[in-house]
C-alpha cells in the first residue's frame, strides 16, 4: 500500500488537466488524441500533437441588430412596455428564448479547447467528467475514460453482438485503463478503477461494463485483459474469444 500513499485522482475537465495525461506505453498512440471509441467507423489511438493543440476559433457571426429582434431586451436593460403588468418597468426580466445568448460559458469548453477536450466534456453538465487522471506525486502514472453508452458508438457496436446482455437499463462504459510503463504493477490502474467505479455509482447507473480487444499487443489495447477486470470486480458477462464483455452491477 505504500505506492498509494502519494497518489491523487483528478477529473480531466479543463486544458491544463488534458495535459497532465501520461504517455501511452506504445509511442506510437496518444491518450490526448485518441477517439478510437467515440468513432465507430474512423476513431484512431495513434499520435496526432495537433489534434490536441488548441485552435483558433471560429468568428462568431455577426448578431441581428436588437432592434430587428421584438422579443430581445432593450438596451440597457430597459424593460419592455407591458400594459398589462404595472410592475414590469422594475421588475427582472424574464428569461427569454428569442433573445440573443449572454456572452460567457455556459457550461462547454472553452471556444479554443483542444478536440480531445471537447470529446471528454460534451456531457459533463448532464453526466459529468468522461475521464480521470492518475498522478503519484506530480507524475502522471494512470489514465481512464468512460462515460455513458451512448457518448462511444464503438462501445456500442461491440455490445450489439451479444443480444443476450441486459438492455435496460443501460450501463455506463469504461473504454480506457492505463498505466505507463514505469508505474506497471504497483496497483494503480486498479486504485483509479475503483475509484472510477465508485464515482460511477452514485451517477445513477446500475452497471458499468468494459470490452477488451483480445487481437491486440497489451501496449495496444486500451481496455486491458480479463484478468484485469475481474481482480477489479468484475465477471464475464459475455465470453468470446475476441472481444468479450466484462460487467459489474452496483448493489
Same mark, same amino acid.
Given at each position: 500500500?505504500?505506492?498509494?500513499?502519494?497518489?491523487h485522482?483528478?477529473?480531466?475537465?479543463?486544458?491544463?488537466?488534458l495535459?497532465?495525461?501520461?504517455?501511452?506505453?506504445?509511442?506510437r498512440?496518444d491518450?490526448?488524441?485518441?477517439?478510437y471509441?467515440?468513432d465507430?467507423?474512423?476513431?484512431?489511438?495513434?499520435?496526432?500533437?495537433?489534434?490536441?493543440?488548441p485552435t483558433?476559433?471560429?468568428?462568431?457571426?455577426?448578431? @441581428?441588430?436588437?432592434?430587428?429582434?421584438?422579443?430581445?431586451p432593450?438596451?440597457?436593460?430597459?424593460?419592455?412596455?407591458?400594459?398589462?403588468?404595472?410592475?414590469?418597468?422594475?421588475?427582472?426580466?424574464?428569461?427569454?428564448?428569442f433573445?440573443?445568448?449572454?456572452?460567457?460559458?455556459?457550461?462547454g469548453?472553452?471556444?479554443d479547447?483542444?478536440?480531445?477536450? @471537447?470529446?471528454?466534456?460534451?456531457?459533463?453538465?448532464?453526466?459529468?467528467?468522461?475521464?480521470k487522471?492518475?498522478l503519484?506525486g506530480?507524475?502522471?502514472?494512470?489514465y481512464?475514460?468512460?462515460?455513458?453508452?451512448?457518448?462511444?458508438?464503438?462501445?456500442?457496436?461491440?455490445?450489439?453482438?451479444?443480444p443476450?446482455?441486459?438492455?435496460s437499463?443501460?450501463?455506463?462504459?469504461?473504454?480506457c485503463?492505463?498505466?505507463t510503463?514505469?508505474?506497471?504493477? @504497483?496497483?494503480?490502474?486498479r486504485?483509479?478503477?475503483?475509484?472510477?467505479?465508485?464515482?460511477?455509482?452514485t @451517477?445513477?447507473?446500475?452497471?458499468?461494463?468494459a470490452?477488451?480487444?483480445?487481437?491486440?499487443?497489451?501496449?495496444?489495447a486500451?481496455?486491458?485483459?480479463?484478468?484485469?477486470?475481474?481482480?477489479?470486480?468484475?465477471?464475464?458477462?459475455?465470453?468470446?474469444?475476441r472481444?468479450?464483455?466484462?460487467?459489474?452491477?452496483?448493489?
Open positions: 500500500m505504500s505506492d498509494h500513499a502519494d497518489i485522482i483528478l477529473d480531466v475537465t479543463e486544458t491544463p488537466d495535459e497532465r495525461l501520461p504517455p501511452c506505453a506504445d509511442p498512440f491518450h490526448r488524441s485518441c477517439d471509441w467515440e465507430e467507423v474512423r476513431g484512431a489511438k495513434d499520435a496526432r500533437p495537433a489534434w490536441w493543440q483558433t476559433p471560429k468568428p462568431k457571426p455577426k448578431p @441581428r441588430p436588437r432592434s430587428d429582434n421584438p422579443f430581445a432593450r438596451p440597457g436593460g430597459e424593460a419592455s412596455y407591458n400594459p398589462f403588468d404595472p410592475s414590469a418597468a422594475t421588475a427582472e426580466p424574464a428569461f427569454n428564448p433573445a440573443p445568448e449572454p456572452e460567457g460559458d455556459a457550461g469548453p472553452e471556444p479547447a483542444p478536440a480531445k477536450l @471537447r470529446l471528454l466534456r460534451r456531457g459533463r453538465h448532464v453526466f459529468g467528467s468522461y475521464a487522471v492518475l503519484q506530480d507524475d502522471p502514472a494512470a481512464a475514460q468512460f462515460g455513458p453508452l451512448s457518448a462511444y458508438p464503438r462501445a456500442q457496436a461491440v455490445r450489439e453482438l451479444y443476450a446482455l441486459p438492455s437499463p443501460l450501463p455506463a462504459v469504461i473504454t485503463i492505463a498505466t510503463s514505469k508505474a506497471r504493477g @504497483r496497483g494503480l490502474a486504485a483509479l478503477i475503483d475509484d472510477v467505479v465508485a464515482d460511477l455509482a @451517477r445513477g447507473f446500475a452497471a458499468v461494463e470490452y477488451p480487444d483480445l487481437t491486440l499487443a497489451p501496449d495496444e486500451s481496455a486491458a485483459s480479463p484478468a484485469f477486470w475481474e481482480a477489479c470486480g468484475f465477471e464475464m458477462a459475455a465470453p468470446d474469444e472481444y468479450p464483455v466484462m460487467r459489474r452491477e452496483f448493489a
